[in-house]
Structure formats: structure tokens, C-alpha cells
């Protein structure tokens, strides 16, 4: 390996051992072999590092942290380490097929903006089915808060950026770090965050290049975060985002989280705040209804059976983008 990497790879983790090993794995095996990969053990963990100091490779290093801070501390404590001009994010349950960082390296050498963020589409896998997301790229002068929260269908993921996806200059994540006060939707914020800046731009690899793991039976911090902090986020940031992605955010991922409490008062608020502040549109309205309608469960259920059906009935991709990792 050169002095210098080309990429330095983050990964925050802290008691997952078994979880962070595939992560680095994965990392490790991408065809671009000049790298470093930073494992971040967000405190105390005798167990993960006993998993990492197992792992027989010189490119991998372990930075431990005194006390938890949360993903987005870790995440700001490994590129601190980065050595490399690029950081390349990865979530410890996620994994990258190996010509992941070749192929956004690729886009960036085409990028036009000094400082573009190169993210990718992505396999959702879940349970019950496996999916493509984002179902379509942005168009051309399209703003990217529309873009990551106008849905053109009654289900998420028509535009989207996952936080292992994500790849961009080390200059731009030090000159804006992830905001260690966000539970949820840390990606988005630091997207939007990083993108008022006059010379960042986002751009996509357009092949999956990501497996997302969605154990729904394993605890996440996504899935347990109050609405009430995420509304608090949403009333922060609504300076970074159109009108029309505010009334989005709010009646759809602000809404799935407030929805369990069943509460006329807190619908009343949400439709209202996105009304007074935001654009809705109508599958603003339609998301809005079925989200506090619908279960959950059931929700995910019918989501899953649709887009597992559609995706059986588009024509094959092209040669190169299905692997083993996505047939297995």
C-alpha cells in the first residue's frame, strides 16, 4: 500500500462484532486495494476489538473511543484520522460489492464541482424481498432536497441517499461534520448541510454497488428515535430544503414516526405544519392518509410484495450489474 491511500473508509460500530467484521470485509475486498480502513468503536467494547484484532490485514486500523457518543461522533472522530482525499462511509451492518469505491472514483474524475458528493443506488434487502433504491437519479436541475424527499409513488426510495453510499472529499466532511444532535436521517441532514455550499454537487454511480441489510428484527436507533426530536430537526433545517420537500418530509417520514401515537392533536400539527410552511401535493396527501391508517407492519408487508413484483417483471439489467452478492 502506498504512503498515502486513495480512500479512507469510516465505519462507526459499537457491539457488533460479528456485523462489523462483515463491514470490513467487505471494505477490504474492494478491487481499488489503496486504501485504509478507519473502525471506529464508539467506547468501551472488549468484544469488537477481540473480532478486529482478528482480522489479518495492514490496511485496517481500530480507533477506540473513551465513552459512546453516538455514529455521527464516531463517524467525525474517523475522519479526523483519514489520511486519504477521499472518505468513503460505510454503517456496520451494511456491506460494499467490491468494485464499489472503482466505480464512484470513476464518477468523481467526471465531477464537475470542486467538491462533489458521489453517492450510489443500492440493494434493499429486507426479510421478506430485495430491491433497488433510489428507483431513479435526479434530473437535471432538479433541487436535491426534492429530489431525496418528493415521492412520485406511494412507497420511499424513488429518490434517496444512504449514509454507506456516500463517498466525498475529505476537505468537505471536515468542513462540515455529521451533527452528533441528529438521531435519525443523519445522512440527509449532512447532504443538505454540505450541499448549501456553493461548490459541492451531488452526483450518482448509477449501478447498486451497497447491500443495505433491513433486519427489522434487530433494535435500530432509526426505528426507535421520538418524533418529537425529528420534528425539532425539521424545523431547524427547513431553511436547506424547497417547499415543497418540507411538506414532503413532513407528511411522510416526520408522519411514520408520530404515527404509533395515534394522536389526533399530533396529525392535526403535522398537516398543519406542512401546510402552513410547505407545497403538499396530492401523494403528499395519500402518504399522509395511509401512513396514520395503515400499521406499519402492514405497510412494509404490501411495500415489499409490490416492489419485489416489479422488479421480477422489468427487463434484465444490463451485463455487470448483478453479482453474487445480490443473487445470494
Given at each position: 500500500m502506498s504512503d498515502t491511500p486513495a480512500v479512507s473508509v469510516v465505519i462507526p460500530t459499537r457491539n457488533r462484532p460479528e456485523l462489523v467484521t462483515r463491514a470490513a470485509h467487505s471494505a477490504l475486498a474492494q478491487s481499488v486495494e489503496e486504501i485504509e480502513v478507519i473502525v471506529v468503536v464508539d467506547g468501551p467494547d472488549t468484544a469488537t476489538r477481540s473480532a478486529l484484532d482478528a482480522v489479518a490485514d495492514a490496511?485496517?486500523?481500530?480507533?477506540?473511543?473513551?465513552?459512546?457518543?453516538?455514529?455521527?461522533?464516531?463517524?467525525?472522530?474517523?475522519?479526523?484520522?483519514?489520511?486519504?482525499?477521499?472518505?468513503?462511509?460505510?454503517?456496520?451492518?451494511?456491506?460494499?460489492?467490491?468494485?464499489?469505491?472503482?466505480?464512484?472514483?470513476?464518477?468523481?474524475?467526471?465531477?464537475?464541482?470542486?467538491?462533489?458528493?458521489?453517492?450510489?443506488?443500492?440493494?434493499?434487502?429486507?426479510?421478506?424481498?430485495?430491491?433497488?433504491?433510489?428507483?431513479?437519479?435526479?434530473?437535471?436541475?432538479?433541487?436535491?432536497?426534492?429530489?431525496?424527499?418528493?415521492?412520485?409513488?406511494?412507497?420511499?426510495?424513488?429518490?434517496?441517499?444512504?449514509?454507506?453510499?456516500?463517498?466525498?472529499?475529505?476537505?468537505?466532511?471536515?468542513?462540515?461534520?455529521?451533527?452528533?444532535?441528529?438521531?435519525?436521517?443523519?445522512?440527509?441532514?449532512?447532504?443538505?448541510?454540505?450541499?448549501?455550499?456553493?461548490?459541492?454537487?451531488?452526483?450518482?454511480?448509477?449501478?447498486?454497488?451497497?447491500?443495505?441489510?433491513?433486519?427489522?428484527?434487530?433494535?435500530?436507533?432509526?426505528?426507535?428515535?421520538?418524533?418529537?426530536?425529528?420534528?425539532?430537526?425539521?424545523?431547524?433545517?427547513?431553511?436547506?430544503?424547497?417547499?415543497?420537500?418540507?411538506?414532503?418530509l413532513t407528511m411522510s417520514v416526520i408522519s411514520s414516526m408520530a404515527a404509533p401515537t395515534r394522536s389526533g392533536k399530533v396529525f392535526a400539527t403535522l398537516l398543519r405544519e406542512a401546510r402552513r410552511h410547505g407545497q403538499p401535493g396530492t401523494l403528499d396527501y395519500l402518504t399522509f392518509a395511509q401512513i396514520w391508517l395503515i400499521p406499519p407492519d402492514l405497510r412494509r408487508t404490501v411495500r415489499d410484495m409490490i416492489l419485489k413484483r416489479r422488479r421480477q417483471t422489468q427487463p434484465e439489467q444490463p451485463a455487470g450489474i448483478e453479482s453474487d452478492a445480490l443473487r445470494r
Open positions: 490496511r485496517l486500523r481500530v480507533v477506540e473511543l473513551p465513552a459512546s457518543g453516538g455514529a455521527p461522533a464516531a463517524r467525525n472522530a474517523g475522519v479526523r484520522q483519514a489520511r486519504a482525499p477521499w472518505v468513503a462511509l460505510l454503517d456496520d451492518d451494511d456491506e460494499w460489492l467490491p468494485h464499489k469505491l472503482a466505480a464512484q472514483l470513476e464518477v468523481a474524475r467526471e465531477a464537475s464541482a470542486p467538491l462533489p458528493i458521489v453517492a450510489s443506488r443500492l440493494v434493499n434487502r429486507t426479510p421478506r424481498a430485495e430491491f433497488v433504491i433510489p428507483r431513479r437519479l435526479p434530473d437535471p436541475g432538479e433541487p436535491p432536497s426534492e429530489y431525496f424527499t418528493v415521492r412520485r409513488g406511494l412507497f420511499h426510495g424513488d429518490g434517496f441517499i444512504q449514509t454507506s453510499t456516500i463517498m466525498a472529499p475529505t476537505e468537505l466532511f471536515r468542513r462540515v461534520p455529521f451533527d452528533p444532535t441528529v438521531p435519525r436521517m443523519q445522512e440527509l441532514d449532512w447532504s443538505l448541510r454540505a450541499l448549501s455550499h456553493d461548490d459541492v454537487a451531488l452526483t450518482f454511480a448509477d449501478e447498486p454497488l451497497v447491500i443495505w441489510h433491513q433486519d427489522e428484527n434487530r433494535p435500530r436507533i432509526s426505528l426507535d428515535s421520538p418524533w418529537q426530536a425529528q420534528f425539532e430537526w425539521l424545523r431547524r433545517s427547513r431553511p436547506l430544503m424547497t417547499p415543497r420537500a418540507y411538506a414532503a
